[in-house]
Every structure is written in C-alpha cells, then in structure tokens.
C-alpha cells in the first residue's frame, strides 16, 4: 500500500497534531496520501488543514488534504488513526481539582493517577471506545495510534473491549523530541552513541540499561554518578525515588508522582496545566495566519510532541525498519513479571511491515513490584469505565498507592461521578 487514507481525529490539538503534520509532510514527504483532519471544532478543522496544505505546498509533497466535523467521514476507509481527544479538558480538569482540594486529598492532580485520575479516565474511556467502535465499522484493519491520556487505562480499554490494533505512544521518558537527550546530556555524550532501554509503565517508566552502542560497555553505573553528583536538579522527587528504589523514574517528578504517595516536602506541582485563555488565543492566532498565508507555519512546530507515529506510519507502509525507544502495547511476554495483557511500555520495532515490541524480561524489584501495583489499578479502573460499575471504582481508589486518605478520596470520587454524570452515561 503507497497511498494510505490517515484520519486524525482531534486534530485541533495543536501540540500533537503539529507534530504529526511535521513528520508526515517535512520529515517523511509522505507523496500520494489521504489526510483527513476530524474535529468536533469544524473551525479548527479548516484551520489546520490550512497549515497542512500551505506545507504541503511548500514542501512539494502532493498530499489530499480535508478537513471535516464527521467522524464516520474521517474513518471510512482509513488505514491509520491518530487519536487527541479529551471531554472538556480544561474545564472539566479544573472541576475536579476543586473537588479533591475541597476534601483536603494530597496529589498531583493530573490526568492518570490518584483520584483526579480515575475521574478523568471515567470520562475518556467512553470517547474513546466510541471511536474505536467507530472503526471497527468503517476501518476494521486499520491501526489506531493513540496519544490521549490517561493514556494505559484507555488502552486497556480499547484492546479488552475491541478488535481494532491499538498503540499508544508518549515519550515523555526521552526527555527531548530526539530521543533520550537527557541521557547523553548526563553522559555527556550524543545520545545517538548510546544504547538506551526503559520500561515499565506509560509516566512509570524506569531506566534499566545504557551501554555504548560501539563497545557495548556498561554506562548504567556513570549515569548513577551523574545522579548522585547532582544531574537533573529540576527533579528533586525522582533523585529521591533513585534513592529509595535503586532505579531512576525517567517521567519526572510530576508524572511519576502520580503514582506513589505523595510528599508534602515539595510544592505541589502545576502539572495539567493546559495554558490560560490569553495564550491560547494567541496560538490560535498564529495558526489562524499560518493558514491563510499571512504568518509563518515554522514557529508553530517549536514545542511541537514529542511523539512519532507519523513515523512509524511511513515505516508500515513502505516496509522500511524503525526502532521505537518506546510504545505502549499490550504485554505478551514483553515484560515477565507484569501481567499478560496489561499496557505496557516497552521498546518496539517496525520490520516487515509489522509493529513489534521488544522483550526486556523482568523489571527488577522493586521497581516490578511498584508497577504491577500501578497495572492493577489501571485495569481496575479500564473495566470499571466500560461496565459502568461503581464498586470497581471504589475498589480502584483502595487499591491506588497514591492515596492514602481512602475514607476523603472516596467522597471525593463519589462527588466527581455526580458533578460529571453528564459525561458519564455507563453509570446511569
């Protein structure tokens, strides 16, 4: 196949979507597709579509570019779909931070762990088994690449409850858009010399091995140097954490702290932070001049996501292999001590025109431990998102590790599903 239909459905995401579009068009010259940017915000639809042909254009790349407020006319027939979506994001987010400061709970409140977590992942679940039912309809090989959060619970969901392949990708472990540059910088060393293998959850993901990629030496033990000599400063939590379990957490303090007990010795994070009304018009604006040609599109791609799947797309269709740092997957031996089936986030690679994970054995204790802990939440909360089944959230927040108020978090979760019963019509 050389002339794939690729459907972005929420493609008025103009972190993810830029990325995509940058990729497909700039970096692969992606020749003879189909690209349909769906989103319920018709004039988002039309403005991105607009930067997309004014690339295209620009870039030489003779590309069918659409744009439309229908989902079903996006996925008919589409042989790849990329998926941003989220219920209300900002205004639903900043509801439930309301409710979990009002019952006086510590957590960062984010939008995949703790009880902010679970209220969000009620939310997303729906939207997204819709649209995977969707194409089980209208695309029933096609690929869904998937970046909306809480990103393992919907996919948990989404390989459970459907038929549709289904892959998840956040590389928020590289720490740049080039793979693991934080690393390198430690070392440093350009990161393309190394050999670098994380694993473990999406936001839960640990550095296991680092070796040079020439000599094959073992370079795990001077990254722990680095640590220990004061390298990555902005992250006081996750040096405690390399402390406390022997790993380093490559998400960060803010990611990773969503799922371990909190510690009121740091400030809350601002983690979930979407941008206030004054630069989000301002981001609008320039896109809204990019579009019709009175601004340029470049600057729109800095701060662009750090996700490839326009990538891994070009890699399927023409064949040609890729190495993926990171995937989000469903488990199948890939790491043994996580159970079967669970989300996880492992190494991965394109050959032969197939996706593949990596298999990288046991995490090591306790890091394994923690994480199977973490997993047993995500599905708890998968399952009780589909089924509608309250006493499968509740036994989600006491099973949580980063709750410890069980007796608040429970009012608290009971509030959120009445506040957004609207969204939430499996619990009818």
């Not at 839960?204 to 722990?224: A, I, T």
């Not at 379990?245 to 803010?254: E, I």
């Not at 891994?312 to 199948?332: E, F, Q, R, W, Y």
Request: charged share 25%; proline share 5%; net charge negative.
């Amino acid at each position: 196949m050389r002339h794939p239909k690729i459907a972005m459905i929420g493609a008025g995401s103009y972190v993810f979507s830029m990325g995509l579009l940058y990729d497909l068009i700039v970096e692969r010259k992606f020749p003879g597709s189909h690209l349909v940017l769906m989103d319920v915000n018709g004039k988002m639809a039309e403005t991105m579509a607009g930067i997309a042909r004014r690339m295209a254009e620009e870039q030489g790349v003779d590309m069918l570019i659409e744009a439309t407020t229908s989902r079903e006319e996006a996925l008919r027939g589409a042989d790849y779909v990329s998926t941003s979506v989220a219920v209300g994001i900002v205004k639903r987010y900043a509801m439930d931070r309301a409710v979990i400061e009002k019952y006086g709970l510590n957590e960062i409140t984010s939008e995949c762990g703790g009880v902010g977590g679970i209220s969000y992942a009620l939310r997303a679940i729906p939207l997204m088994l819709d649209i995977a039912k969707d194409m089980e309809r209208l695309c029933p090989q096609a690929w869904l690449f998937n970046v909306s959060n809480p990103l393992p619970r919907v996919m948990t969901a989404i390989t459970r409850h459907t038929s549709i392949r289904a892959a998840g990708f956040c590389n928020v472990a590289n720490g740049g858009i080039d793979g693991y540059e934080q690393i390198g910088e430690w070392l440093g060393r350009n990161q393309h010399e190394l050999d670098i293998v994380s694993g473990g959850l999406n936001h839960f993901s640990w550095l296991l091995s680092v070796r040079d990629k020439q000599s094959g030496e073992d370079l795990l033990p001077q990254v722990r140097q680095a640590i220990e000599k004061g390298a990555w400063p902005w992250n006081k939590r996750s040096r405690k954490w390399f402390d406390q379990y022997g790993w380093l957490p490559l998400a960060g303090d803010s990611h990773t702290g969503e799922f371990l007990p909190y510690d009121l010795s740091f400030p809350a994070s601002a983690h979930g932070y979407h941008g206030n009304p004054e630069e989000r018009e301002e981001r609008i604006r320039m896109m809204e001049a990019a579009a019709a040609g009175t601004g340029p599109w470049l600057p729109l791609m800095q701060g662009r996501s750090w996700e490839r799947p326009g990538l891994v797309i070009d890699a399927l269709v023409h064949g040609t292999p890729l190495k993926l740092d990171m995937v989000n997957i469903a488990n199948k031996g890939f790491i043994s001590n996580l159970p079967e089936g669970a989300i996880v986030e492992v190494p991965a690679y394109v050959k032969d025109g197939q996706l593949q994970g990596a298999r990288i054995d046991a995490l090591p204790d306790p890091v394994g431990e923690l994480c199977a802990n973490v997993s047993a939440v995500h599905s708890l909360v998968a399952d009780a998102a589909v089924n509608g089944d309250r006493a499968m959230v509740e036994e989600a927040v006491m099973l949580d590790p980063a709750i410890e108020d069980k007796k608040q978090a429970l009012l608290a979760i009971r509030e959120l599903m009445s506040i957004h019963e609207d969204v939430l019509p499996q619990f009818k």
